[in-house]
Structures are given as structure tokens and as C-alpha cells.
């Protein structure tokens, strides 16, 4: 049987390498970045003068009267803000390098029109709500292993993203928020070429015929169907399909990867062992087309060579890395509730307890929302049923460790 990959040479290698480490610290510096976007300054009301805290999308925070304190918090945020700004200007020209020497030294094979679709995703803060699947996950994989899988196995003229149905509510605040407000002007930003396609509403195509299919889970609960992504008429609709809610389910798999033009992107997709397990179903499928029944079959096979042989690894539990994050978000959360002059009242998780009020502050993992009378809570993002932004109104209910988000509070507080 021919080879299923080849390794990288030493300088392909180590250029990955390299621009993987710029690229992640980059990504770092935007989270950082974002954490202090907006502003704070001081209003004047008569003789009354008090600091508000804004967020990029102008909505305000009154943190309190001038004093000793609001003037150490105002001049904390401005340092940090400073900083960030400064961090990701400095990283940023550092990538712009890296790309360029990820280009000279070919490190790169993914289709540069699917970097830039991810790229723009993660600008306009949607990407969390698509994963990769199909035939270009096989660009995450063998990225993270440093090999190249024979082209046989990827030739595909289209990029296939599961949206996630179950966090249909706070797609339609996120998308809200873009200038677009429409997922198929966001593709055409990418591309202005991008149209629907005749007879396929989940599908959008370019002059090249490079086409984006939307898919999502077969209908469950109270799942909307048909569902169209926006208002705009002539917006996509993603089309159920069979056993996406499998891939819904399946855990992730994150890294990042590099076009042909050196340009880099951050894929999410599922993870190997789910993908052997859905191809390998694909394959057997009644009605499957011959020519892609022996494709699916082709790519289990290398994927799961390629975890046996341990030159790719599942990303199931935490990494050290990663435990590492969640605690500087941990006390990062509190020191910026602390700077906010609020009170601290611990962190939730605990059933039947309800929290209502606005988010004021947020990390990588975790937030802070004001519950009133000058007392704030963090949450730990991972245990909320959607990912909040400051600003944010939100009603949190906690049951059996999950707490389930409502963006219409009640006038209760936490009880």
C-alpha cells in the first residue's frame, strides 16, 4: 500500500514551529486586548462627578463618585490598557514575519480561501459557533502531527461548517453585533463573489467554484426548522443532516494552520477518534456515492493510522497548559472585580442558585457579573450553557452543576 503521509523537512519543521508559537501568543494578546476594549472616563453632573466604565459597543457602567479609589481604578485600567494595546501591536508585526517566512519556506498547504473564511469568522467573534468537518479537518490533523497526508485524500472543491444548534440564542446576539449582520455579506467580505447557490440555501459558492455548505443537527427539543441564519432574505439556511448530532456532541480538536500564502488561522474541529467513527459510518451508508464511499474509507484509514502510530494526539483531557490558563483567568477575574470597587461574593456552580445583573468583567474562562448592592460573582464560562460578553444582561440558573442562561432577567436577585 502507497504511503498515507510524508513528515515535513527540518526547515518546514521548524518554521510550524516557530509560527505556532507567535500565532497562539498573538491569539493571547487579542483575548488580553479585548479584555480592556473600550474605555473609562469621568462625567461631570453639577458638582457630582463619578467614573463609567464603557465597552466597545458604547453601553456604560457607573463604577462611582470620584475618589482616592475610582482615581487608582481609572489609572489601573488605562496602564493595562496601554499594555495590551502595546502587546498586540508588537505581536501582531511579529505574525505579519512569521507568515512571510511561512510562505518562503512552504509550511503551509491549506486553501488560502479557507484561512481567510476562518480568519474572518474569529474577526467578527462567530467562530465559536462553527466547526470543521469533513475532508478539511484532515488539515487540522496533519498539522498538529507535522506530516502531509497524500493530496488523493484531501482534493475536496468545498469546506463543509457544522453551526451549533444549541447555542442558536447567543448566534443570533453575536451576529447581531457585526456590521453584516448576515452570514452570507460576512462570506462575501472574505470573497465578494460568494453567492447562494440555485436549489442549495446551505450552500454559498464563488466565481472559482469553491462552495461553503452549512450543515447542522437533525431537529431535537425545540430546535427551529427550518431555520434561516439571519433576517436577510437572501441569507444561507444550514440544512439538517443525518447524525450531525453525533458530530455536535463529539470533543474538539483546535490548532493552528497555515494557507499556501503563509497566512495562519486558528481550526476548530472534532476530534480524530470521532472523525475514524463518522467516516467509517459515512462509508458504509446506503446510497453512498462509490467514488466517495473509497474517499471515506481512505481517510479513516489514515487518521487512525496516525493515532496508533502516536504522531497524533486526541485533545480530550486539559492540558497542563491549559489548567495553567484557567487559574491566571481566575485571578485575573478577580482582580479586575476588585478594581471595579465591587464586592466579591465568591463563585458559583452551587444548584438552585440564580444570579441576575449585567457581566462587567471577563477572561479566557471566566466572568464577573454585578448581582447589585455593590456585589459581584464569577462564573467559570465552561459550566454556563452560552459564552456571556461584558455588558451582557443575564438571568443564570444552576442546575445539576450547569448554568442556564436567559438573556430576559427577572427583577430577582440572587436568592
Known sequence: MPPSYEHLSDGATLQTLNSNTTFEAYQRAKVGAQRVRGGMYWKTQGDYEYLVRTTADNKQTRIGPRSPQTEAIFASFMERKEQAE??????????????????????????????????????ERLSEH????????????????????????????????LWDARKRVSFVTDLARTEDQSILRILQRVDKTFERKDLSNETAVNAQGFEVDFLRREQQQDDPHPWRFSQDEGDLWPVQA??????????????????????????????????VDFKRWLAQAPGRNPLKRQRDERQAEIVSEMLTKGILMEQHAPTITEASRATRSEEQIRAEVLALGLNLRGTSGEDAHRYVGQVVAATEFHIAQDIGRKNAVIHDVRSLSEQPRVGDMLDIQFRNGKGQISKEPGKSRER
Do not use: W
Open 86 to 123: 502595546g502587546r498586540l501591536a508588537s505581536l501582531s508585526e511579529a505574525l505579519g514575519e512569521a507568515e512571510r517566512l511561512n510562505r518562503a519556506q512552504r509550511a503551509g498547504r491549506v486553501p488560502n480561501i479557507v484561512v481567510e473564511l476562518l480568519s474572518r469568522l474569529d474577526k
Open 130 to 161: 462553527f466547526t470543521v468537518v469533513g475532508t478539511h479537518a484532515l488539515y487540522a490533523y496533519e498539522a498538529a502531527a507535522g506530516v502531509r497526508i497524500v493530496p488523493s485524500a484531501l482534493a475536496t472543491q468545498d469546506v463543509d461548517l
Open 242 to 275: 443525518r447524525r450531525a448530532g453525533i458530530l455536535t456532541e463529539a470533543p474538539r480538536f483546535s490548532t493552528p494552520v497555515i494557507a499556501l500564502n503563509g497566512s495562519m488561522a486558528m481550526m476548530q474541529t472534532i476530534s480524530p477518534g470521532a472523525f
